[in-house]
């Protein structure tokens, strides 16, 4: 199984090329999580042997750096490779130092700015187990020089982004002469890991821990528990680094620490680099095992979905004509429009209605439940109905309710239809251009001005379709105006309207109480009293107004000549003048004034409004037999409408542009002097597809790397 770290490398080494943000493989790996001046750096050189990794103040490691150690024991060369210089072989460790700086300056700039792209480094020596490490830039709270005000979120965001995946075996780097709970290692390491299961922590600097302390509570799991434990070291001092001590006598210093210390001297063959390297390489062959079968599946997966989604974007060489290739296209958004229209359509989402299924629910729920919701005499009162009667009557007074009258008002109710109805046509029209404006297949994204095209081309034709389906909605309404059938068979009809309302009438008249008819009664007694005093003081009035006539005119002729023959022979005039009904009715309508005259003709104020006094039991049966009508016609009106707009607007808009969408687009667009244009590939899709080619040999590499693993239990 020693084999199974350099096969992994391999796999590394092919994925490696991808951006870390969007490689979809999951290797086995450790990562190295530590703050600034955690000792991290020098744990990574312990392991190696060898000094070479950037020094200085800040942040140094500011790009992922993968680590591969390869054991070799055919040679005692020691050397190092760039992935992204894999012919050239580093024998200086001090030149690898130069190019991790420099390539990390060429990505990031001199301004201490980080990147998430990262380093492949191999180092092949005699002397290191076959490991895979990857180191993160430290863990740093305030930004230095020119580095972003955000530089603490962007480390710790790029940390989270490495050790959040499950293949990931996390190495945590604390110093032990600070405070292990204010760790930041430790802290995001249990973000991800909580219950400490893929966490190894590993403690630095315990030969600067104050006198008389210790970390065996740590070491021992008392504080913080993890699963693969915590492992303490001792790296060079900074006094070793700058006298350039070799790293083969810090580790025996580093033995000697442990051993000699009365503490640490009970278990010191489970302290130091040496244990940690080994360890470090059991558990990454182990978890390789682990990961093995999930990884193979993986990338099996992967590789299928980047192979069907460069099938999507078809070849960057047309294998057919662009005639051909235009004609299939169009065929394919026809179809498309037609089958959304029809409900086939099945990639469609289950949060809304959408295509066919909108349109019934505008019919039917909206337009259908709008039109059940109108009132069947909308806004007529009864004082609106009244006054209509009445100007159809003309100078003649109605024994019956007047035939004009009822067509004017139900041609009236007929309109109220005409404007939900266009509104109907409206939202079916949207609904259409909605359609076509979210038609989408890998063709039309490939050929952009071709899919502009396609919606001008369809949405125009819809809105040539749109104004015959209006023309029909406006003549079924004028139909309607046109004829009011009142030998429709739903239609009541006067007799049996009359008859119901008579029944009606009948029925309340014979629910009053005795009470109420006694009040009737009794009110049209009063009425009766009061109309004799009335005609009695009339009397009364015109008797005192003929004496005092008659008074005057004897004083004036005796004055002058005296009594005649003729006057003493004259009659006297009667002191009653009989009644004929006339001035009773005069003073009913208010055409005399306080004394019984009539007013002057320019001083009279007629009131020429009906419906300003109460209704007589005449009009109010009228009033009440035309609703009855007025209701029943407009019940007929509203199936109608219910039925015959939706299927206009079905024959004239919606089949109608299934019908011509296939010819419309072949006579707009299947022109020779246009294909160029229309099958222009856009850029974006392009580049997509070289992205995805690189990706397609990525993955094939490790998965035939992976298939030469033929046992991979021990």
């Given at each position: 199984?020693?084999?199974?770290?350099?096969?992994?490398?391999?796999?590394?080494?092919?994925?490696?090329?991808?951006?870390?943000?969007?490689?979809?493989?999951?290797?086995?790996?450790?990562?190295?999580?530590?703050?600034?001046?955690?000792?991290?750096?020098?744990?990574?050189?312990?392991?190696?042997?060898?000094?070479?990794?950037?020094?200085?103040?800040?942040?140094?490691?500011?790009?992922?750096?993968?680590?591969?150690?390869?054991?070799?024991?055919?040679?005692?060369?020691?050397?190092?490779?760039?992935?992204?210089?894999?012919?050239?072989?580093?024998?200086?460790?001090?030149?690898?130092?130069?190019?991790?700086?420099?390539?990390?300056?060429?990505?990031?700039?001199?301004?201490?700015?980080?990147?998430?792209?990262?380093?492949?480094?191999?180092?092949?020596?005699?002397?290191?187990?076959?490991?895979?490490?990857?180191?993160?830039?430290?863990?740093?709270?305030?930004?230095?020089?020119?580095?972003?005000?955000?530089?603490?979120?962007?480390?710790?965001?790029?940390?989270?982004?490495?050790?959040?995946?499950?293949?990931?075996?996390?190495?945590?780097?604390?110093?032990?002469?600070?405070?292990?709970?204010?760790?930041?290692?430790?802290?995001?390491?249990?973000?991800?890991?909580?219950?400490?299961?893929?966490?190894?922590?590993?403690?630095?600097?315990?030969?600067?821990?104050?006198?008389?302390?210790?970390?065996?509570?740590?070491?021992?799991?008392?504080?913080?528990?993890?699963?693969?434990?915590?492992?303490?070291?001792?790296?060079?001092?900074?006094?070793?680094?700058?006298?350039?001590?070799?790293?083969?006598?810090?580790?025996?210093?580093?033995?000697?620490?442990?051993?000699?210390?009365?503490?640490?001297?009970?278990?010191?063959?489970?302290?130091?680099?040496?244990?940690?390297?080994?360890?470090?390489?059991?558990?990454?062959?182990?978890?390789?095992?682990?990961?093995?079968?999930?990884?193979?599946?993986?990338?099996?997966?992967?590789?299928?979905?980047?192979?069907?989604?460069?099938?999507?974007?078809?070849?960057?060489?047309?294998?057919?004509?662009?005639?051909?290739?235009?004609?299939?296209?169009?065929?394919?958004?026809?179809?498309?429009?037609?089958?959304?229209?029809?409900?086939?359509?099945?990639?469609?989402?289950?949060?809304?209605?959408?295509?066919?299924?909108?349109?019934?629910?505008?019919?039917?729920?909206?337009?259908?439940?709008?039109?059940?919701?109108?009132?069947?005499?909308?806004?007529?009162?009864?004082?609106?109905?009244?006054?209509?009667?009445?100007?159809?009557?003309?100078?003649?007074?109605?024994?019956?309710?007047?035939?004009?009258?009822?067509?004017?008002?139900?041609?009236?109710?007929?309109?109220?239809?005409?404007?939900?109805?266009?509104?109907?046509?409206?939202?079916?029209?949207?609904?259409?251009?909605?359609?076509?404006?979210?038609?989408?297949?890998?063709?039309?994204?490939?050929?952009?001005?071709?899919?502009?095209?396609?919606?001008?081309?369809?949405?125009?034709?819809?809105?040539?379709?749109?104004?015959?389906?209006?023309?029909?909605?406006?003549?079924?309404?004028?139909?309607?105006?046109?004829?009011?059938?009142?030998?429709?068979?739903?239609?009541?009809?006067?007799?049996?309207?009359?008859?119901?309302?008579?029944?009606?009438?009948?029925?309340?008249?014979?629910?009053?109480?005795?009470?109420?008819?006694?009040?009737?009664?009794?009110?049209?007694?009063?009425?009766?009293?009061?109309?004799?005093?009335?005609?009695?003081?009339?009397?009364?009035?015109?008797?005192?107004?003929?004496?005092?006539?008659?008074?005057?005119?004897?004083?004036?002729?005796?004055?002058?000549?005296?009594?005649?023959?003729?006057?003493?022979?004259?009659?006297?005039?009667?002191?009653?003048?009989?009644?004929?009904?006339?001035?009773?009715?005069?003073?009913?309508?208010?055409?005399?004034?306080?004394?019984?005259?009539?007013?002057?003709?320019?001083?009279?104020?007629?009131?020429?409004?009906?419906?300003?006094?109460?209704?007589?039991?005449?009009?109010?049966?009228?009033?009440?037999?035309?609703?009855?009508?007025?209701?029943?016609?407009?019940?007929?009106?509203?199936?109608?409408?219910?039925?015959?707009?939706?299927?206009?607007?079905?024959?004239?808009?919606?089949?109608?542009?299934?019908?011509?969408?296939?010819?419309?687009?072949?006579?707009?667009?299947y022109k020779e002097e246009i294909y160029e244009n229309l099958l222009e590939e856009n850029p974006e899709i392009t580049n997509q597809r070289r992205k995805l080619q690189d990706r397609e040999k990525i993955l094939s590499g490790?998965?035939?790397?992976?298939?030469?693993?033929?046992?991979?239990?021990?």
């Amino acid at each position: 199984m020693e084999e199974l770290i350099p096969l992994i490398n391999r796999v590394q080494d092919v994925v490696s090329r991808v951006d870390m943000q969007t490689n979809p493989i999951d290797l086995p790996q450790i990562v190295v999580v530590g703050s600034q001046s955690s000792g991290k750096s020098s744990v990574l050189e312990s392991i190696v042997g060898r000094d070479f990794l950037p020094r200085g103040s800040g942040i140094v490691t500011r790009r992922p750096l993968i680590l591969q150690l390869s054991q070799n024991h055919d040679t005692e060369e020691e050397y190092g490779e760039f992935g992204h210089n894999p012919n050239k072989k580093y024998f200086d460790f001090k030149e690898i130092r130069h190019e991790i700086e420099r390539v990390t300056d060429l990505e990031t700039g001199e301004n201490k700015g980080i990147s998430s792209k990262s380093i492949l480094l191999r180092i092949v020596s005699p002397s290191v187990l076959d490991l895979t490490l990857i180191d993160l830039p430290g863990i740093t709270k305030v930004p230095v020089g020119d580095q972003p005000q955000d530089i603490e979120v962007l480390i710790r965001e790029m940390i989270l982004q490495f050790i959040s995946k499950e293949n990931a075996i996390i190495l945590a780097v604390t110093p032990a002469n600070s405070d292990i709970a204010n760790s930041d290692a430790l802290k995001l390491a249990k973000e991800v890991d909580p219950r400490g299961n893929r966490t190894v922590g590993v403690l630095t600097k315990l030969d600067l821990m104050d006198s008389g302390t210790d970390c065996l509570d740590i070491l021992q799991g008392n504080i913080i528990k993890l699963k693969l434990g915590f492992i303490p070291v001792v790296n060079r001092s900074q006094k070793d680094v700058l006298d350039d001590t070799p790293i083969e006598v810090a580790r025996l210093n580093e033995a000697k620490f442990f051993q000699d210390h009365p503490i640490y001297d009970r278990f010191y063959d489970k302290c130091g680099i040496e244990y940690l390297s080994s360890k470090l390489n059991k558990l990454l062959i182990a978890h390789i095992e682990n990961c093995l079968p999930e990884l193979r599946d993986h990338i099996g997966v992967f590789l299928s979905q980047t192979r069907s989604a460069l099938a999507d974007l078809g070849e960057a060489k047309y294998e057919q004509s662009k005639s051909a290739l235009l004609l299939q296209i169009i065929n394919k958004f026809t179809n498309t429009y037609c089958k959304t229209i029809e409900g086939s359509v099945t990639d469609r989402g289950t949060d809304e209605l959408f295509g066919g299924a909108r349109i019934n629910y505008i019919f039917n729920e909206m337009f259908g439940r709008y039109i059940d919701q109108i009132s069947d005499i909308g806004d007529l009162s009864r004082d609106d109905i009244r006054l209509t009667m009445t100007n159809a009557t003309g100078p003649k007074a109605s024994l019956f309710i007047p035939e004009d009258s009822f067509e004017q008002l139900a041609k009236r109710q007929v309109g109220i239809v005409e404007e939900p109805s266009f509104r109907c046509l409206e939202l079916v029209y949207k609904e259409l251009r909605n359609i076509v404006k979210n038609i989408h297949f890998p063709e039309l994204e490939r050929f952009e001005l071709l899919h502009q095209e396609l919606k001008h081309v369809v949405i125009e034709m819809i809105q040539s379709c749109l104004k015959p389906a209006k023309s029909m909605i406006k003549a079924l309404i004028s139909i309607e105006t046109a004829y009011i059938n009142t030998n429709h068979p739903d239609f009541i009809g006067g007799g049996n309207a009359v008859q119901e309302l008579l029944k009606n009438h009948s029925d309340r008249l014979s629910s009053r109480s005795k009470r109420e008819a006694e009040n009737e009664r009794r009110r049209l007694r009063e009425q009766q009293i009061a109309m004799q005093k009335r005609t009695k003081e009339k009397e009364r009035r015109l008797r005192d107004q003929e004496r005092k006539h008659q008074k005057k005119e004897r004083g004036f002729f005796h004055s002058v000549f005296g009594k005649s023959k003729h006057d003493k022979e004259q009659k006297v005039v009667p002191e009653v003048v009989e009644d004929d009904g006339y001035d009773d009715f005069i003073e009913r309508f208010e055409f005399v004034d306080d004394q019984g005259l009539v007013p002057d003709a320019t001083t009279r104020n007629f009131n020429m409004n009906p419906i300003d006094r109460e209704e007589d039991d005449h009009e109010s049966f009228q009033v009440e037999l035309l609703e009855m009508l007025l209701r029943s016609y407009f019940s007929i009106v509203r199936k109608n409408a219910k039925d015959k707009v939706p299927k206009s607007i079905m024959y004239f808009l919606v089949n109608r542009s299934k019908e011509s969408i296939q010819n419309e687009l072949v006579k707009s667009l299947y022109k020779e002097e246009i294909y160029e244009n229309l099958l222009e590939e856009n850029p974006e899709i392009t580049n997509q597809r070289r992205k995805l080619q690189d990706r397609e040999k990525i993955l094939s590499g490790a998965q035939r790397i992976l298939s030469d693993i033929t046992d991979f239990r021990i």
